[in-house]
């Protein structure tokens, strides 16, 4: 497995539902950047399952990621992409307890967690996602609602070495809002100094990212990188938010 200690950033693009065989072509040829020999930054493209295959034959200086991972190891689960299979075509990470997979999907603290487990036992880190609602925010809750995410989702199979924190506001994905810049680092150090054993992770933050917004994220001390959703579907974007 990598050494997640020795990235300076991450930056990881969520493709979610998203892509062709052909916009991945273009997509690729296109995608050239300042850093791209820069060993300490680390860039993950996590495309849809079907088309992972295809991106691990073309991708240079980027690592490949699931969106996801099953939460069974192998056998009768129709449909499910278990986290070994991940790891067959050259996933090195995968995004696990995404907002949109807790919410539409029902995914509990205690799935995201053995889905965790499983990407570790296949020699793949997990990206933990965790946020809030607009009524927790309004509400007060952050706090302890990430809190409760993190301690129940991330377990003893994790440390700061193998496993990624992302922390995703759910009313700022897709929404073009974002928190403050003071926001963001007070959530960020809250987790890393306030809840026990975080002190090291690496914590993205993920949320509306776009170019006009992501170098002044990036340059806080306590965020480690960004997950991007929307701006990672538009090379021009994304490369634009590489150079930093
Ligand atoms: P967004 O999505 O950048 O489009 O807000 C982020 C995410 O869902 O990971």
Redo the contacts with the bound molecule.
Sequence with gaps: MLEIQKFNKIIAA?W?MNGSINFINNFLDDLTFENINDQSICIIICPPFTHSYLIANKLKNCYLGGQNCSLFLEGAYTGDVSASMLYDVGCQFC?VG???RRTIFNETNNEVSIKATNSLKNNIHPII?VGETFQQKKDNRTKEVLSKQIIESINGDSNNDNTII?Y?PIW????GLTPSLDEIEDIHNFIKNEIQGYENYKILY?????SANSKEILNLNSVDGL??????LNVGEFKKILSF
């Design positions: 969520n979610k995004i995404h907002s949109e996602c992302a995703e700022a994905i897709g929404s993920g949320g509306s990212v776009k997950l991007i959703g929307g701006a990672s």
